[in-house]
């Protein structure tokens, strides 16, 4: 997940060629767009070198979290834990919180990285939040916290919501309620996977009808079938 306030790391090193008094939403258009040309030119690494020298104008809090903020973006999680640390703090910012969870979960830390999401959600609740609860409560085995997520994300989802993959060669998306019933499909059979074959299977029928590429529900439903065969074999 990209987070949105990454938009505005060069504000405050910038922040001489404009007036104070300018709108907000004028200085995000600004900064995403000359992060996308500096982006363009090859340059980010130029970017971080810059943010990472000492600026008397910006607060050292600003400076580290938009610092941590660019190297998450870049994919360099644990440089930006470096700056920032893995504890859980009341007083970070919505933006350390966010890099903290999503670095630590591409990290493949999903213990920590959970408590990190759950102060976001705490926070500010979101469909999108609830369906990274609900995959992380999963791998961990919290089957109770992930259905009371995803029957959240369900209520809270709307028809243009989408939700980003990775697995496959070329990335896609599908609506996020389908990618909720995926979760609840996968909640079940691991609820009992030596009984919860069939019903696993209609739920990732269901999500199939919403998204009938969505190739992560396709994986599912093979290896569940063929799990299935093999156990009325033997």
Do not use: C, W
């Amino acid at each position: 997940m990209k987070i949105k306030y990454f938009l505005l790391l060069t504000a405050f090193g910038l922040s001489i060629e404009f007036n104070h008094a300018q709108n907000q939403q004028n200085l995000v258009e600004h900064y995403k767009a000359y992060y996308a040309q500096m982006q363009k030119q090859g340059d980010v690494d130029g970017v971080i070198k810059d943010r990472s020298r000492p600026d008397p104008i910006a607060p050292n809090v600003a400076r580290q979290d938009t610092l941590a903020a660019l190297y998450m973006n870049e994919g360099k999680y644990m440089q930006a834990l470096n700056i920032l640390g893995i504890q859980k703090d009341e007083k970070d910012t919505d933006m350390a919180v966010e890099v903290k969870a999503v670095s630590l979960k591409s990290l493949n830390e999903p213990v920590r990285a959970l408590e990190h999401y759950e102060l976001l959600f705490k926070r500010k609740p979101s469909a999108g939040l609830a369906y990274e609860l609900a995959d992380l409560k999963i791998q961990t085995n919290d089957l109770t916290g992930a259905s009371l997520n995803i029957t959240y994300g369900i209520a809270n989802s709307s028809a243009e919501m989408m939700k980003p993959y990775y697995e496959s060669q070329t990335p896609y998306q599908v609506p996020i309620k389908a990618g909720f019933i995926y979760l609840k499909a996968i909640t079940k059979f691991r609820e009992n996977p030596e009984v919860n074959h069939a019903s696993a299977i209609a739920l990732l029928d269901e999500a199939l009808v919403m998204a009938p590429e969505f190739n992560l529900a396709i994986l599912a439903k093979t290896a569940i079938a063929n799990q299935k065969l093999e156990q009325e074999k033997n």
